[in-house]
C-alpha cells in the first residue's frame, strides 16, 4: 500500500490566502446537469485532465459534502481527496487530505458553473496550492508554466464535455 501523507485541510477560503492560486473560464456549450455529468465520471478526468491517470470515487453516489475520491497522477502522485463543497450543477470544490509524496502542504480546486440560459454555461476552475519542500523553492518559477497548463487543460474540459454533450442528444 502506498503511504498516505497528511495534507493540511483547507476550507473555502484558501482559494483566496493560498500563496498559488491558477484560474481558467470557458464557455461551455452544455447544461449543467452535462457539465456535472462529465465531473462525476471517473473516466472522464485522465481524457482532459492530463496528468491524471485514474480517479476512483471512494464515497457512493450520490457525491455531496463530504464525498472522497482518490486521484492517481503522474509521476506517482496520488491525491486523497474531500469535497468541501458541492452544489450539482452549480459548484463543487475539493481539498487533498493525503498525498504519496512529501511536496504539498495543502492543494485545492473549485468548479463553478453558471448557466447562461441560452445552452451554454460558463464554468470557472480555480487550482491553488501551497507546495513544500523542493516544490516550495521551484514553484516561483514554474508558476507560468502552470498557469498556461491549467488554461490549456481547461480548454480541452470544454471541448470534451462539448462532445459529450452532443453525444448525449443524438
Not at 42 to 67: C, K, M, N, R, Y
Not at 137 to 154: K, W
Amino acid at each position: 500500500m502506498t503511504s498516505q501523507i497528511p495534507c493540511t485541510a483547507v476550507g473555502m477560503d484558501f482559494f483566496d490566502q493560498a500563496p498559488y492560486c491558477f484560474t481558467a473560464t470557458e464557455t461551455v456549450k452544455a447544461t449543467p446537469e452535462a457539465i456535472f455529468a462529465v465531473f462525476e465520471d471517473a473516466d472522464s478526468w485522465p481524457a482532459w485532465a492530463d496528468p491524471i491517470q485514474h480517479v476512483e470515487w471512494t464515497s457512493p453516489q450520490p457525491f455531496g459534502l463530504g464525498t472522497t475520491r482518490t486521484v492517481s497522477m503522474m509521476g506517482g502522485l496520488i491525491g486523497w481527496e474531500e469535497f468541501i463543497a458541492w452544489e450539482r450543477g452549480k459548484r463543487m470544490a475539493f481539498c487533498f487530505t493525503h498525498v504519496a509524496k512529501d511536496n504539498i502542504e495543502s492543494f485545492a480546486e473549485d468548479y463553478v458553473v453558471e448557466d447562461r440560459g441560452d445552452g451554454t454555461c460558463q464554468v470557472t476552475w480555480r487550482m491553488a496550492m501551497a507546495p513544500k519542500g523542493a516544490s516550495k523553492v521551484f514553484m516561483p518559477l514554474f508558476s507560468p508554466v502552470m498557469g498556461f497548463m491549467v488554461r490549456r487543460m481547461f480548454r480541452k474540459f470544454r471541448q470534451y464535455t462539448e462532445a459529450q454533450a452532443l453525444k448525449a442528444a443524438l
